[in-house]
């Protein structure tokens, strides 16, 4: 297959900064999108696989799956997109098609394997895929999505992993008038979590550590404001909550929170902590709770989150940045000393080396 030389930013090794490098990207076949790439967020998943916190990456590595762009070249088969539009790609960049779960349009589970926008093992030109921390991308046009025309585009990249993320199990679980939804922690993930469930209709009820943030989920939207480390404020929530939508990734108690639901609730986990987490049996027997998880969404159900935060005006809270200070972003994402999101500006790879 034919290839062409692309400009990046990655690492060959966990122990290195990110730097400009050159990766291959397959030359457009007839069902190809190829996009520049217009702004890339850096989501805390990102970080994991630089650093090979799961094990498994393989380098060099080029991150990057929120990734926002305009259409340069379409292959001669594809009709959704053209030229000049704007288009997204988000974590799924390839699925078998034919599976159960693929034909259920939940391609994140595809039993014969999906294929990341970054780390993922490359179908078409071997070895991995490259991610959005380059200059163009070239995906296949089923896993292209239409990007609606955000006011703030920079903003709105974030959408294409955070948001979907918390935007799949809100609407799962139901969240809309009439139920209690409770948030946990307030970062890239959960401020956005906000948002979507007060545009869905749902009464907001956010439980944080840091008393610092009890009057900023307020200020994006939530009904109430819980400082979790006060036992007096939590005992007045309990079994109270249709569901929590659960965003730690730090080792936490998950019982505390089990205990919040009404009966048939639900703690949903979206965060991804390092260690297993330990349930006490009674605290989801009684009252019939459930432990739950989810993990993205579907193409289909990304293109409807995009629309519906395009519909609500719903964007993240970020800090854009230079592709020169990436490496200190990731620093800093580290100590989560970011408000809620970093989104780099990919014209400055122009001026990387």
Same mark, same amino acid.
């Not at 900064?17 to 397959?26: A, D, E, H, N």
């Not at 025309?149 to 959408?159: N, Q, R, V």
């Not at 939804?181 to 307030?186: E, M």
């Not at 959960?190 to 009057?215: D, E, N, Q, R, Y």
């Given at each position: 297959?034919?290839?062409?030389?692309?400009?990046?930013?990655? $690492?060959? =090794?966990?122990?290195?900064?990110?730097?400009?490098?050159?990766?291959?990207?397959?030359?457009?076949?007839?069902?190809?999108?190829?996009?520049?790439?217009?702004?890339?967020?850096?989501?805390?998943?990102?970080?994991?696989?630089?650093?090979?916190?799961? #094990?498994?990456?393989?380098?060099?590595?080029?991150?990057?799956?929120?990734?926002?762009?305009?259409? $340069?070249?379409?292959?001669?088969?594809?009709?959704?997109?053209?030229?000049?539009?704007?288009?997204?790609?988000?974590?799924?960049?390839?699925?078998?098609?034919?599976?159960?779960?693929?034909?259920?349009?939940?391609?994140?589970?595809?039993?014969?394997?999906?294929?990341?926008?970054?780390?993922?093992?490359?179908?078409?030109? #071997?070895?991995? $895929?490259?991610?959005?921390?380059?200059?163009?991308?070239?995906?296949?046009?089923?896993?292209?999505?239409?990007?609606?025309?955000?006011?703030?585009?920079?903003?709105?990249?974030?959408?294409?992993?955070?948001?979907?993320?918390?935007?799949?199990?809100?609407?799962?679980?139901?969240?809309?008038?009439? &139920?209690?939804?409770?948030?946990?922690?307030?970062?890239?993930?959960?401020?956005?979590?906000?948002?979507?469930?007060?545009?869905?209709?749902?009464?907001?009820?956010?439980? $944080?550590?840091?008393?610092?943030?009890?009057?900023?989920?307020?200020?994006? #939207?939530?009904?109430?404001?819980?400082?979790?480390?006060?036992?007096?404020?939590?005992? &007045?929530?309990?079994?109270?909550?249709?569901?929590?939508?659960?965003?730690?990734?730090?080792?936490?108690?998950?019982?505390?929170?089990?205990?919040?639901?009404?009966?048939?609730?639900?703690?949903?986990?979206?965060?991804?902590?390092?260690?297993?987490?330990?349930?006490?049996?009674?605290?989801?027997?009684?009252?019939?709770?459930?432990?739950?998880?989810?993990?993205?969404?579907?193409?289909?159900?990304?293109?409807?989150?995009?629309?519906?935060?395009? &519909?609500?005006?719903?964007? =993240?809270?970020?800090?854009?940045?230079?592709? #020169?200070?990436?490496?200190?972003?990731?620093?800093?994402?580290?100590?989560?000393?970011?408000?809620?999101?970093?989104?780099?500006?990919?014209?400055?790879?122009?001026?990387?080396?």
């Amino acid at each position: 297959m034919e290839t062409k030389q692309v400009q990046a930013f990655g $690492t060959a =090794a966990a122990t290195e900064p990110l730097k400009g490098i050159s990766i291959k990207r397959r030359v457009v076949q007839a069902h190809d999108v190829e996009i520049e790439i217009l702004y890339c967020g850096i989501c805390h998943s990102d970080l994991h696989q630089i650093k090979n916190d799961f #094990g498994g990456t393989t380098y060099p590595i080029v991150p990057g799956h929120e990734i926002v762009g305009r259409v $340069t070249a379409v292959g001669e088969h594809v009709q959704s997109f053209k030229v000049g539009d704007l288009a997204a790609v988000g974590c799924i960049v390839d699925s078998c098609g034919h599976c159960e779960s693929c034909k259920d349009g939940i391609e994140q589970f595809c039993e014969n394997g999906v294929t990341y926008s970054f780390n993922s093992p490359d179908k078409e030109l #071997g070895g991995v $895929t490259y991610g959005g921390f380059s200059k163009v991308y070239v995906c296949n046009e089923k896993y292209v999505l239409h990007m609606p025309d955000f006011k703030d585009l920079a903003a709105a990249a974030p959408l294409l992993c955070a948001g979907i993320t918390v935007y799949s199990p809100l609407k799962h679980w139901g969240a809309g008038p009439g &139920k209690k939804v409770g948030i946990l922690g307030i970062g890239g993930l959960g401020h956005l979590a906000i948002k979507i469930a007060k545009a869905m209709g749902a009464h907001v009820v956010v439980f $944080t550590t840091s008393a610092s943030k009890v009057a900023d989920a307020k200020r994006l #939207g939530a009904d109430e404001a819980v400082l979790s480390s006060d036992a007096g404020q939590m005992a &007045k929530y309990a079994r109270s909550l249709h569901f929590i939508i659960d965003t730690v990734s730090a080792k936490h108690d998950v019982n505390t929170y089990l205990n919040l639901l009404r009966h048939d609730g639900a703690v949903v986990l979206v965060g991804l902590p390092p260690a297993p987490l330990e349930i006490g049996a009674f605290n989801v027997v009684m009252g019939n709770r459930s432990f739950a998880g989810s993990n993205i969404g579907g193409i289909a159900e990304t293109q409807e989150m995009l629309d519906f935060c395009a &519909k609500h005006t719903i964007v =993240a809270e970020i800090e854009k940045i230079d592709m #020169g200070y990436v490496n200190k972003a990731f620093e800093r994402l580290e100590k989560g000393d970011v408000h809620y999101r970093f989104v780099i500006d990919m014209n400055s790879l122009n001026e990387i080396p």
